[in-house]
């Protein structure tokens, strides 16, 4: 059987470039079906995460905190959720109509923005949850918010003069029907960047208060706070360094390929920190209220423990010596 070559049926000139480009789509097809992938893969991490903890979450969150902390853990969760969804839609091809892309240009305006909301947040809960580990020392806050003050206004200049490059370079490809980058935006690695010089900052401080204090290692609101900590900073540096070395080191087509599925593994160990924490502070109230146990609260300052217990009384217990014999009693 005699094979014919489709291009013979098209001038020589015509019949170069058909040929040329379709092996330009052959080779972009693979790296553009793993984008969408983990894209996909991402956006299941973040939805199984959501479902998965919904109960804790409404028990220790929603119900058992208060103040800024709450809302911080709730708008986190939902933009990066949106965030992820706009991300699908970009890389899996929901652009039918609009040929020129400039829908998914605004969509990968917004998740930008989204992603330097999310970052504050994260990082916010973050710090909220290690201030625990010094005792709510305020000098050491100080030292933590100017960190982040410092890094987060880096991060917001990098993703800011990136716009410019990904109004440009990011453009719609008819014959694969979803919008990519022509160029990399490599400023956006002064993202990651910055986000891993906070988290050694904070680190840093999170082991000398361990090295300063160790009499305080053996509470286990301390140690779980340390678990999850390490285990938070230790992902989040290496996830970071997989984005900068992508971004410095392969071509346009694979710019996204790890940054959703980060963004997921991310936003997963900063809830998990939130909640588990949330959680041994329940038992230590429970424990307090029922028991009247107070071995776990060795900490170097004062401690407060808030519980309602029967016929509505609201008991606070305030300022404890070292040796945890209360100085004043109060019932509200």
């Known amino acids: 059987m005699v094979q014919v070559n489709p291009y013979d049926v098209l001038p020589p000139d015509l019949a170069a470039k058909a040929e040329a480009a379709v092996r330009v789509v052959e080779g972009l097809l693979p790296k553009v079906s793993a984008t969408q992938y983990l894209t996909v893969a991402a956006l299941v991490i973040i939805l199984h995460d959501t479902f998965s903890t919904f109960p804790d979450e409404y028990s220790l969150v929603w119900r058992g905190r208060r103040g800024i902390e709450r809302t911080m853990f709730l708008v986190h969760r939902n933009v990066i959720i949106v965030g992820i969804i706009f991300g699908?839609?970009?890389?899996?091809?929901?652009?039918?109509?609009?040929?020129?892309?400039?829908?998914?240009?605004?969509?990968?305006a917004v998740v930008g923005i989204l992603t330097v909301v999310g970052i504050a947040l994260g990082d916010g809960l973050v710090l909220m949850e290690i201030w625990q580990l010094w005792d709510c020392d305020r000098t050491v806050m100080k030292y933590m918010v100017a960190a982040f003050t410092v890094t987060y206004a880096a991060a917001v200049a990098f993703i800011g003069a990136s716009f410019g490059s990904v109004y440009h370079d990011f453009v719609f490809i008819p014959e694969l029907r979803v919008c990519g980058f022509t160029e990399v935006p490599k400023l956006l690695a002064g993202l990651w960047a910055s986000g891993m010089v906070f988290e050694v900052i904070v680190f840093a401080l999170t082991l000398w208060n361990v090295l300063e204090r160790p009499r305080s290692s053996h509470v286990k609101l301390t140690s779980l706070l340390m678990r999850d900590g390490c285990a938070f900073f230790a992902m989040a540096f290496a996830l970071r360094l997989i984005n900068v070395v992508f971004i410095l080191s392969t071509g346009p087509e694979l710019f996204l390929l790890v940054v959703f599925p980060n963004w997921a593994i991310l936003t997963?160990?900063?809830h998990q920190l939130v909640i588990n924490q949330s959680r041994e502070r329940s038992k230590l109230r429970a424990k307090v209220q029922m028991m009247g146990d107070f071995s776990e609260l060795t900490f170097s300052q004062h401690v407060i423990v808030s519980q309602t217990v029967d016929l509505d009384i609201d008991m606070e217990l305030d300022e404890f010596d070292r040796d945890l014999s209360p100085r004043r009693f109060a019932v509200r």
């Open 88 to 108: 699908v839609i970009i890389t899996c091809g929901g652009n039918t109509t609009d040929m020129t892309g400039f829908g998914d240009l605004r969509r990968i």
């Open 268 to 270: 997963v160990l900063v």
